[in-house]
Every structure is written in C-alpha cells, then in structure tokens.
C-alpha cells in the first residue's frame, strides 16, 4: 500500500506564510506526478499546483506567483510554499501522486487526508 501525510498547515493571518509537506511511504518504485488540491467548505476540489517528475510546474492562476511547489525524489517527498495568503486561500490541501509499485504495475493515484489552512485575522 501507498500512503501520503500531509503536515504544515494551521492559523494563519492575511499576508502570512505557510510550507506543507506531503510524505509518500509504502510500497513505491516510481512516483509520476506529484499535486497539490485544496476543496473549501461548500466548493469543488480543485488543482493548486502540479510537478511532474521531469517538466514544468502548473499552477492555479489564483495562486500564480505567490505559492511554490517543489518536490524532493529522495524522500518522495512534495512541497507547498505558500506567501501572501488570503482569506479566499482558506481550504483542506490535498496531496496527490500518481505512483508505480514495481516496473510492470500500472500507475495508480493516490491521495493523503487533507491538511487545513485557515487564513483570518
């Protein structure tokens, strides 16, 4: 099995700075794509940022220039560097990866619980 743990959100004032985590364990050969999701109460998850394994990064244009995702193969680990948060960037954030657990298995998708951000003052 594949499990990813998310950490590193909370309370946060407007203008403030958070970095979430987001560790991928189990039964791993490759892992493809790694994003970052968020869903806000009454609202559709949608995408934050993606990395892939080699390529560009994508992100939300809400979210364009203010938060920066990384990802380090060696701990199959991703990042979420958030700045300049806003209100409206209150939600659940999500991990996603696309993962293989050996050479000839199919990709799968996996998904961690969720971390809550909370932007207020």
Known sequence: QVQ???SGGGLVQ?????RLSCAASGSIFNINLMAWYRQAPGKQRELVAAIPSGGTTNYADSVKG???????N???TVYLQMNSLKPEDTAVYLCNAVVRKNWASDWMDYWGKGTLVIVSS
């Open 4 to 6: 990813l743990v998310e």
């Open 14 to 18: 407007p203008g403030g700075s958070l």
């Open 66 to 72: 203010r938060f920066t995702i990384s990802r380090d």
């Open 74 to 76: 060696a701990k199959n």
